[in-house]
């Protein structure tokens, strides 16, 4: 599986990004996640989709950030609204195949990650 992500930027307090991730060799059997990094800070799940498609998020992003996913097209996306200064970070998508609802916040459950794409939330 190889995972290319895309569509960081900079953006106002307020605004919207669409983040892409261009998947090849992903099934339907994968997880995929989306993953940020800010600088000093770990690695943090944003939020991701089961294989059984139902959707989890982190607290700090309910409400703000979908993800979703093409499978015809082998894309995930991430839709980010209503963004914050806070939300400034590396982000990565990822995806696995043995991941369980305990194991879905964890970073090295994931088994095959993307490059980072950068957002900057600003004024």
């Known amino acids: 599986v190889q995972l290319q992500a895309s569509g960081g930027g900079l953006v106002q307090p307020g605004g919207s990004l669409r983040l892409s991730c261009a998947a090849s060799?992903?099934?339907?059997?994968?997880?995929v996640g989306w993953f940020r990094q800010a600088p000093g800070k770990e690695r943090e799940l944003v939020a991701g989709?089961?294989?059984?498609?139902?959707?989890f998020y982190a607290d700090s992003v309910k409400g703000r950030f979908t993800p979703s996913r093409d499978t015809g097209k082998n894309t995930v996306f991430l839709q980010m609204d209503n963004l914050r200064p806070e939300d400034t970070a590396d982000y990565y998508c990822a995806a696995g195949s043995r991941i369980i609802v305990s194991t879905r916040y964890n970073v090295n459950a994931y088994d095959y990650w993307g490059q980072g794409t950068l957002v900057t939330v600003s004024s």
């Open positions: 060799g992903l099934s339907r059997g994968h997880t």
């Open positions: 989709i089961f294989r059984s498609s139902s959707i």
